[in-house]
């Protein structure tokens, strides 16, 4: 899906069709007109005897917070977890980073067996951006599933063991960042994918503030002779971003990458393709805050028709 209301069309429907559990994970939820739509229909689920629970986060889903809208979905059979309050209990002056510590990810599990993924929040402010989700069955959805299970006890204050890397032989992965315990995956492996390219390297992202190792990654593919080419918005929602992005152009343009300034609504796409055999996306940014300290989650694919 590559528009926001084809994203949420498909995913109301489907919760639609629930029969057992319904699991939402958002960075963004806004009680709008289609952030209602989707409470209705999971309290109707509810009613049903579907098993309903929300996972959002309390700075980006701020405009809930000391509002009775937990009360008032428990009343509706929905349980809602909020990820941290916006005062970590951890933080003091020697974590000062832990505010940046939110759950970026987005994430939609139904019965355990259809998931969506990618971009796109529950705030109709974004109904006209350009994003990317998508819909997957399959071995994948249980990945999710657990991943899900994971952040809805770490919003609980409970213990979690650190993840191992086990890749699996499955066409699809999902693979998450976790910045506790430096547990980040996702970006270890973006990074050994730039690394192995030959071809060409198409990224599009709506923050583009690098970390050094992704700068370099990049520089050095472009003098190997690969195809950098790199998407991101003329103008997106955070003007302070943008003039962040350009402070890198000039190094990053004088070793051959191209970076192309996308004109019209946000772009907020979040995709990297290298070589036709291998990409990614979902919710991770090419920004410090998202490869450094946010909860992210990617589908990581090496199917080629993807």
Sequence with gaps: YTTNPTAWKAMLEDCEEAEESIDLEQFIFVADEI??????????????GVKVRFLWDAAGSFTFSGSSIVEDLKNKGIELIFFKTLFPRFFSMHNYRSWYFRNHRRTLVIDGKVGFTGSIC?????????????????????????????????????????????????????????????????????VEAIRGSKKYIHITSPYFVPTHRITRVLRLA????VEVKIIIPEHSD??????????????????GVK?????GEMIHSKTIVIDGNWATMGTLNIDHISLLYNFEANIVTYNEKF
């Design 35 to 48: 952030g209602n739509k989707f409470i209705d229909v999971c309290a109707r689920k509810a009613k049903e």
């Design 122 to 190: 529950v705030h109709g402010y974004m109904k006209k951006w350009r994003d990317t989700h998508v819909r997957i069955e399959g071995p994948v959805v249980k990945d999710m599933q657990k991943a899900f299970e994971r952040m809805l006890d770490r919003a609980q204050g409970k213990r979690v063991a650190r993840r191992q890397d086990t890749r699996r032989n499955h066409e699809f992965e999902y693979i998450t960042n976790t910045p506790l315990g430096k547990n980040r995956q996702l970006y270890n492996r973006v």
């Design 222 to 225: 472009a003098h190997r002779g």
């Design 238 to 255: 955070f003007p302070i971003v943008d003039l962040a992005a350009r402070t890198f152009f000039h190094n990053i343009l004088k070793s």
């Design 259 to 263: 970076i192309y300034l996308y004109k």
